[in-house]
């Protein structure tokens, strides 16, 4: 009986690990957490035009600058995704991230990481905040292509600011 118990709570378990990480293979994985990262060259522009640029995009692109300083700037960026109709209107989660941005000569790495999923949660009459690493929460799991999309969208926009020439004649 013990062991016919045990062979079912292996089973459950196993379920429940294989379901994480096929809700999880949208997103690249670092450390079994969430990480968009990558290194790219722009030919011709100089570490500080690169440090300049990225200022002004996470100027534009992040709630708050944590860090500044000439080998990396690191901000905290929010965006929101509408989900569910609730009540005649509809329900919004919000992701945060940490984006860290370095710079080189001709070159600048990018990561975008520690991603936590921040929503209202209704049960019984009553409703609390809920801010958990995206990792640990499947409910969002119809959302992740989005989700990705969303992040992607923000490394492009990373990119065309970043290799863009600044016509100095204005």
């Given at each position: 009986m013990k062991k016919t118990n045990l062979l079912i709570f292996?089973?459950?378990?196993?379920?429940?690990l294989v379901a994480q990480e096929k809700y999880l293979s949208i997103f690249p994985l670092k450390d079994s957490k969430v990480t968009y990262s990558a290194v790219l060259q722009t030919s011709g522009i100089s570490k500080y035009e690169l440090y300049n640029k990225a200022r002004i995009w996470l100027a534009t692109n992040c709630e708050t600058i944590k860090l500044d300083d000439e080998d990396i700037v690191v901000g905290e960026g929010v965006f929101a995704f509408?989900?569910?109709?609730?009540?005649?209107?509809?329900?919004?989660?919000?992701?945060?991230?940490?984006?860290?941005?370095?710079?080189?000569?001709?070159?600048?790495?990018?990561?975008?990481?520690?991603?936590?999923?921040?929503?209202?949660?209704?049960?019984?009459?009553?409703?609390?905040?809920?801010?958990?690493?995206?990792?640990?929460?499947?409910?969002?799991?119809?959302?992740?292509?989005?989700?990705?999309?969303?992040?992607?969208?923000?490394?492009?926009?990373?990119?065309?600011?970043?290799?863009r020439t600044i016509d100095d004649n204005w």
């Open positions: 292996l089973l459950v378990i196993s379920l429940h509408k989900f569910n109709e609730f009540f005649g209107g509809y329900e919004y989660f919000h992701i945060r991230c940490i984006i860290a941005i370095q710079f080189k000569e001709e070159q600048y790495k990018y990561t975008f990481s520690d991603f936590r999923l921040n929503y209202v949660k209704f049960s019984q009459g009553t409703s609390d905040i809920v801010d958990d690493p995206i990792e640990d929460l499947s409910i969002f799991k119809d959302h992740n292509k989005r989700i990705d999309l969303k992040i992607k969208e923000l490394i492009v926009s990373l990119d065309q600011v970043m290799k």
